[in-house]
């Protein structure tokens, strides 16, 4: 390839973030000068992308939320639409995000554009009639977890399974002594970390439950460190509030960002469902998973659903490894409970730990070099560079 490679590029939320740092890195070390242009966060941003807009501006999540911003939304589309198709890139990669991404990418394509979509959408859970649109819309889909490959090749769409950068990046074993020590936590007294989230609507409906149990929690037991990684600084604050308002004499260590840390210095984590789930499987944590939105989209999304889990550690075991809370279940009470348990059952500690060693290697590929070769095949079959 001796021309300058100009790559489109678009993630919508911090776990994308992540993936499309990890692929530019890869991409920039096998071509220096390849420019990138899109939407990311900062730490594709510390990769040389100029992001179009900020984005925490996509970050939103349900079916009824994303309406209220819908007319912001539709603008950003259109603007990165008209940017692609008056400067073809020699590829445009969508990085999860498929209710914003694939309608960009359809349009993108149509020109002839070649069109990577990265992370699975959950056709295997929800609304699968999405296949047809994401084979109008996808030259190829890169996944990050093996069983989602026969979807696609039963659908015809050309597909890789590159597996998941975080398996790659968290060592095997993982050294809790000196997680504690990096943070100033006590050694020998039990600490659970609280990761409510890190958008605002999320952190708004679990945090109060969260901290609620957190209380209850410390009046069982003085001793227990309680730390909460906050995702960023509004976040921060979003939190510091509820605190003065409602828990002002609840004695939590509050870290910025280092949410890695802070899970791999914890003995039982309470956690909101998404990526961070799967990186403290990969910590191997005792874990409390739950899931919140607004009743009005709970009530479209739950009709629709195919599978009986929502958390990435029981789907990807295909079976129960952790406890799910789900809406109304996420309450102080029945999260103490299921945090008690978590704290006392060591047998199941031990069994846990087999099922997540066994995803932990399934999952270690090496992915971002594997994402980054799929791209540069795709490049090449679609262009003489």
């Given at each position: 390839?001796?021309k300058?490679?100009?790559?489109?590029?678009?993630?919508?939320?911090?776990s994308?973030?992540?993936?499309g740092?990890?692929?530019?890195?890869?991409?920039?070390?096998?071509?220096?000068q390849?420019?990138?242009?899109?939407?990311?966060?900062?730490?594709?941003?510390a990769q040389?992308?100029?992001?179009?807009?900020?984005?925490?501006s996509?970050?939103?999540?349900?079916l009824?939320e994303?309406?209220?911003?819908?007319?912001?939304?539709l603008?950003?589309?259109?603007?990165?639409?008209?940017?692609?198709?008056?400067?073809?890139?020699?590829?445009?990669i969508?990085?999860?995000?498929?209710?914003?991404?694939?309608?960009?990418?359809?349009?993108?394509?149509?020109?002839?554009?070649?069109?990577?979509?990265?992370?699975?959408?959950?056709?295997?859970?929800?609304?699968?009639?999405r296949i047809?649109?994401?084979?109008?819309?996808?030259?190829?889909?890169?996944?990050?977890?093996?069983?989602?490959?026969?979807?696609?090749?039963?659908?015809?769409?050309?597909?890789?399974?590159?597996?998941?950068?975080?398996?790659?990046l968290?060592?095997?074993?993982?050294?809790?002594?000196?997680?504690v020590?990096?943070?100033?936590?006590?050694?020998?007294?039990?600490?659970?970390?609280?990761?409510?989230?890190?958008?605002?609507?999320?952190?708004?409906?679990?945090?109060p439950e969260f901290?609620?149990?957190?209380?209850?929690?410390?009046?069982?037991?003085?001793?227990?460190?309680?730390?909460?990684?906050?995702?960023?600084?509004?976040?921060?604050?979003?939190?510091?509030?509820?605190?003065?308002?409602?828990?002002?004499t609840?004695?939590?260590?509050?870290?910025?960002?280092?949410?890695?840390?802070?899970?791999?210095?914890?003995?039982?984590?309470?956690?909101?469902?998404?990526?961070a789930?799967?990186?403290?499987?990969?910590?191997?944590?005792?874990?409390?998973?739950?899931?919140?939105?607004?009743?009005l989209?709970?009530?479209?999304?739950?009709?629709?659903?195919?599978?009986?889990?929502?958390?990435?550690?029981?789907?990807?075991?295909?079976?129960?490894?952790?406890?799910?809370?789900?809406?109304?279940?996420?309450?102080?009470?029945?999260?103490?409970?299921?945090?008690?348990?978590?704290?006392?059952?060591?047998?199941?500690q031990?069994?846990?730990?087999?099922?997540?060693?066994?995803?932990?290697?399934?999952?270690?590929?090496?992915?971002?070099?594997?994402?980054?070769?799929?791209v540069?095949?795709?490049?090449?079959?679609?262009?003489?560079?």
């Amino acid at each position: 390839m001796s021309k300058v490679l100009r790559i489109g590029i678009l993630a919508g939320e911090s776990s994308g973030d992540i993936l499309g740092a990890g692929l530019m890195l890869v991409l920039k070390s096998q071509h220096p000068q390849v420019i990138f242009e899109g939407i990311g966060g900062p730490l594709m941003s510390a990769q040389g992308l100029q992001s179009m807009v900020p984005m925490e501006s996509l970050s939103v999540m349900g079916l009824i939320e994303p309406l209220k911003r819908l007319p912001e939304l539709l603008r950003v589309r259109k603007k990165i639409v008209k940017h692609f198709l008056d400067n073809e890139p020699d590829v445009f990669i969508g990085i999860d995000s498929p209710d914003f991404n694939l309608n960009i990418e359809k349009q993108l394509k149509l020109s002839g554009i070649p069109i990577v979509h990265y992370v699975s959408p959950s056709v295997w859970a929800w609304r699968s009639k999405r296949i047809h649109k994401i084979a109008r819309s996808v030259d190829l889909m890169l996944t990050l977890f093996p069983f989602e490959e026969a979807i696609y090749e039963k659908n015809g769409i050309a597909v890789s399974c590159v597996g998941h950068p975080l398996a790659d990046l968290i060592p095997i074993e993982i050294d809790k002594i000196s997680a504690v020590q990096g943070l100033g936590l006590k050694q020998d007294t039990p600490i659970m970390a609280l990761l409510p989230g890190s958008r605002e609507g999320e952190v708004g409906r679990l945090a109060p439950e969260f901290l609620e149990c957190a209380s209850l929690c410390m009046q069982h037991d003085s001793e227990l460190q309680i730390v909460i990684p906050c995702a960023n600084a509004a976040r921060r604050q979003q939190i510091e509030v509820l605190l003065f308002d409602k828990f002002p004499t609840l004695n939590i260590t509050m870290v910025d960002g280092q949410s890695r840390e802070v899970m791999a210095a914890a003995d039982v984590i309470l956690i909101a469902s998404g990526t961070a789930t799967l990186e403290a499987l990969l910590l191997k944590k005792p874990m409390l998973v739950c899931y919140k939105m607004s009743a009005l989209s709970y009530a479209f999304i739950s009709r629709m659903l195919k599978v009986p889990y929502f958390s990435l550690p029981n789907l990807l075991a295909g079976k129960v490894l952790v406890e799910e809370k789900v809406q109304s279940e996420v309450n102080a009470e029945a999260l103490f409970h299921g945090i008690q348990a978590l704290f006392q059952d060591k047998n199941k500690q031990v069994e846990l730990n087999l099922e997540y060693l066994k995803i932990h290697r399934l999952l270690r590929k090496n992915a971002n070099a594997r994402a980054a070769e799929a791209v540069l095949n795709l490049i090449t079959q679609g262009r003489k560079l």
